[in-house]
């Protein structure tokens, strides 16, 4: 997968639920049943119209292929359709193959790989610099309005409405931890605080490689909440501007990108309620963080055991990156989630669907 040839959704492939009883018998049909429930189908693709190819978890990752109209042929490399001609993987893909979307999860330990990384930058990437430059600036006795100047890699203005402060270097480096993104040539990214003393945020922008930074002269704006303060030629809407070869690793890793930028502003406020760390790839790691309070949590029992991000390509035209996490609940809600981003063409993306799928109330996660 990874190009668009793959991605046709409609399929003829049917089969009678009295035919495929005779393939397999009951047991083989609850057990694909089952696998599909579980999340065990790891990715799906219609080659043609008639034809269907899938990897899923068994004991082992094993491919199957279904094609045929009415009468579908199957194929699957474990042993027991070695043995006996059919399996439950057959029916697993079957029934996943008749919801009509294509789509590839992404792999537990590249998911973990990425998260690691991001980790380890985490240093650098959170906290505010404004509160730094402000002490810095108080001690020099220089927090009156009007300074202006550099520390270290930032330059500030302090104006009557707080603390401005150019220079996007977590963004920059958040960046660098996604190999699979780039900026688009000719363009860089930067960005710039605003720090009132009692919060903040950051904002990420896109820039022409060469315009330098614009000095902020006019105490009258703020240029953090006011889109028409922000100059010509600078564009807070980066979407577009980063670019990825579209294989299904890239869309997730712009997602996460993307949420993480996002983040760098929005956990000032204490507001935000993503955290990367909070991403969970198996049910069994959402029971651990809630075993040691007593909750009985109904809606878990439909939960799916593999809770992988997955990429899906729906007749639309847009792509949907799918994943889980565990909210810390930063002064929102706590519990398991359910994220959607829509990436449309033209390289913007939409915060999607929010579901919530255990409820734990306000507060940290215990
Ligand atoms: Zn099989």
């Known amino acids: 997968m990874g190009n668009n040839k793959n991605r046709t959704k409609i399929t003829n492939i049917r089969i009678k639920t009295g035919d495929l009883l005779k393939l397999g018998g009951i047991k083989k049909i609850e057990r694909g049943k089952q696998y599909l429930d579980d999340g065990r189908v790891l990715a799906l693709e219609f080659p043609g119209a008639d034809t269907v190819k899938a990897s899923i978890l068994g004991g082992k990752k094993y491919s199957v292929s279904i094609s045929g109209g009415d009468e579908p042929r199957f194929r699957c490399s474990c042993p027991s359709f070695e043995n006996e001609g059919f399996c439950k993987h057959c029916v697993a893909v079957l029934l996943a193959a008749e919801q009509g979307t294509s789509f590839e999860t992404i792999n537990e330990n590249y998911v973990s790989r990425l998260i690691g990384g991001i980790n380890k930058i985490e240093d650098k990437v959170k906290p505010n610099p404004g509160d730094e430059i402000a002490q810095a600036l108080n001690e020099m006795g220089a927090a009156e309005t009007g300074a202006v100047g550099a520390h270290g890699e930032y330059r500030y203005r302090q104006t009557e409405k707080g603390l401005v402060v150019w220079g996007g270097s977590a963004a920059k ?181 929010r579901e919530c799928i255990i409820d734990m109330g306000p507060g940290p996660i215990p």
């Open 173 to 353: 480096t958040l960046l660098r931890k996604f190999d699979l993104l780039r900026m688009k040539d000719g363009f860089r990214i930067d960005g710039y605080y605003f720090y009132d003393g009692m919060g903040g945020n950051f904002r990420p922008v896109a820039m022409p490689a060469d315009m330098d930074l614009p000095d902020w002269t006019d105490d009258s704006r703020n240029p953090v909440f006011e889109p028409e303060a922000i100059p010509d030629g600078i564009d807070t809407e980066i979407d577009s501007y980063v670019v990825h070869d579209h294989t299904p690793k890239s869309y997730f890793q712009k997602s996460i990108f993307l949420r993480e930028l996002d983040d760098i502003g929005a956990f000032w406020h204490g507001c935000s309620d993503w955290h990367i760390k909070g991403i969970v790839l198996e049910k069994s790691e959402v029971l651990q963080a809630i075993k040691s309070e007593k909750y009985d949590f109904t809606e878990l029992k439909n939960t799916p055991e593999l809770l992988l991000p997955k990429i899906s390509y729906p007749a639309n035209g847009s792509i949907e990156v799918t994943f889980y996490f565990l909210s810390g609940g930063l002064g929102s809600t706590r519990g398991l989630f359910r994220l959607t981003d829509i990436h449309q063409t033209g390289g913007m993306v939409k915060f999607g669907k």
